[in-house]
């Protein structure tokens, strides 16, 4: 299957889960370009769940990786899915810009 991201968003990671252990985990799968683990390792809020998004150099290994869904890792079943990335879009032009000023604040 050609995939056109680079990106894997993995869901339900334990809490005591680190960055550098989900980089050693995917990258037996590729090369990894950027790896965010949210919240960050030294995040002080308490969480029942992180979520992590892993960057690969190549498409294919976003394939590969989604077959460590529902692997057990730490203590919980991973779930990899792939994540469209986002394009910067040229910004729309102002609405307020065409349609000219607001219409003043009437008093009751």
Do not use: W
């Amino acid at each position: 299957m050609n995939y056109t991201t680079k990106v894997v968003q993995v869901t339900n990671v334990s809490p005591s889960t680190t960055s550098e252990q989900m980089r050693t985990l995917f990258g037996f799968l590729g090369t990894i370009e950027e790896l965010k683990l949210f919240p960050p390792d030294d995040s002080p809020m308490p969480v029942t769940s992180r979520v992590c998004f892993v960057k690969f150099q190549e498409p294919e290994s976003v394939g590969v990786s989604q077959h460590l869904t529902n692997t057990v890792f730490v203590d919980r079943a991973l779930i990899v899915v792939p994540f469209a990335e986002v394009k910067k879009a040229k910004a729309a032009p102002s609405l307020m810009a065409e349609s000219g000023s607001l219409p003043a604040n009437r008093g009751l």
